[in-house]
């Protein structure tokens, strides 16, 4: 028995391919090299926050974390979040 979250299936077809978040277009446009670069360095910056780096680039926080993932290596990208997160919990408005 198959189950079909939309729709019914005919015996024999399969179902559509599932689209997961990770695979959708990002929102904004793609960033040039240096525009990249320039987000990556002041997002590891302690002092701009992430409402800055939108403004500036358009980039929301989920897409600048999404690039820093694809970016850098495992250990920094998990050391990094590890700072932003230990900041902003001991302060009110980090990043």
Sequence with gaps: MQV???GVLKRGTKPPPLRFLSMKEPAT?????????AVIEMALSD???FAMIEDQFGLPEK???????????PGS???W???VRTFSDRRERYK
Excluded at 29 to 37: D, H, I, Q, R, T
Excluded at 63 to 73: G, P, S, Y
């Design 77 to 79: 990208y998990r050391a």
């Design 47 to 49: 002092h701009i926050a």
């Design 63 to 73: 897409e600048v974390k999404a690039l820093m993932r694809a970016r850098l290596k």
């Design 81 to 83: 979040r590890k700072r």
């Design 29 to 37: 446009k793609p960033l040039s090299e240096a525009e990249a670069s």
């Design 4 to 6: 079909v979250l939309a």
